[in-house]
């Protein structure tokens, strides 16, 4: 009899249990606003995190002429963590990877080497890799190269910068070679030093952005091709009959004689090559060519 009871008894409280089970309407509606007010609660957590986090504000030119809605040249805002020793590179690429994969824009070595990021950042010329964040004023102001043809977003077509480098045909051309095939060409070390500036340039073409004169003469060399006639031309073991044709071709209506020593390429090289003095030169080089005394 006893066993019977605690039977009814046992069954009788697994259906009150299976009861409590059940969920009310209001214990539901209970539960999605504790489950709104913990989502909340992350979401102002995560907020204050990042507002502990110190950022920077980069405002990025925009300009895609194949996509509908994006032919309309503009700016995106995009706010990125900073970190000591960040540079507009590092900015960009970030902002691409974790906001806007269609974000475009030129990097290679990362080591001021290749070129390929020169930039317009707050009015002026610089390489995205060489430049600190630290040093810029907020927000960084970030557009493609000006005086040039803008292809998507940062992305400016440089084929006209390479045709004018080719231009001054850059290349040695010696009059005599060494006897010997393993022999070298050996150079002073007083005309390496006159020269040596020269060759650390690295066809990025922020010289030919900043010049004025380039802007509104299409067919000036500028400021990059001339250094790199100058190299050749100032090398001691260039042949005497490969440097007047040098000379020629420099010193032509849309050559030397176009610059006005503004000094704005030598301001903005990312390498210090002092591109007015070699222009400057080479003026007086190509005057004493023509120069006769009979």
């Not at 007083?190 to 010049?211: D, F, L, Q």
């Not at 490969?242 to 090289?269: A, N, Y």
Request: proline residues 4%; aromatic residues 8%; contains cysteine.
């Amino acid at each position: 009899m006893s066993t019977q009871i605690e039977q009814q008894e046992t069954e009788s409280e697994s259906e009150q249990e299976a009861e409590s089970a059940v969920e009310s309407p209001g214990d539901r509606r209970r539960a999605e606003k504790q489950q709104r007010l913990d989502e909340q609660k992350q979401a102002e957590r995560e907020e204050s995190t990042l507002d502990d986090e110190e950022t920077i504000r980069l405002k990025v030119f925009r300009y895609d002429p194949e996509v509908e809605g994006k032919q309309e040249p503009r700016f995106d805002d995009f706010l990125v963590p900073f970190h000591k020793g960040m540079t507009i590179l590092d900015a960009l690429i970030y902002a691409r990877d974790q906001y806007d994969s269609s974000l475009t824009f030129r990097h290679s070595c990362r080591q001021a080497v290749c070129g390929s990021d020169a930039l317009f950042v707050n009015g002026r010329q610089r390489l995205g890799c060489k430049t600190q964040i630290a040093d810029l004023e907020t927000p960084v102001r970030i557009e493609p190269l000006p005086h040039q043809e803008v292809v998507k977003d940062l992305v400016v077509d440089m084929e006209h910068f390479y045709d004018q480098m080719e231009a001054v045909e850059p290349y040695f051309d010696a009059d005599e070679l060494p006897e010997n095939e393993l022999e070298e060409q050996r150079q002073s070390r007083e005309n390496r030093e006159k020269v040596k500036m020269s060759t650390r340039c690295i066809w990025c073409g922020a010289c030919m952005s900043s010049c004025n004169i380039a802007a509104g003469d299409n067919e000036y060399l500028g400021p990059a091709a001339i250094n790199k006639a100058y190299r050749f031309a100032m090398d001691e073991r260039e042949g005497a009959d490969r440097k007047q044709e040098r000379l020629r071709i420099i010193e032509q209506e849309h050559g030397v004689w176009r610059c006005q020593t503004m000094f704005s390429c030598t301001e903005v090289c990312p390498k210090d090559i002092p591109l007015t003095e070699h222009i400057q030169e080479l003026k007086r080089e190509a005057v004493k060519n023509n120069l006769k005394f009979w």
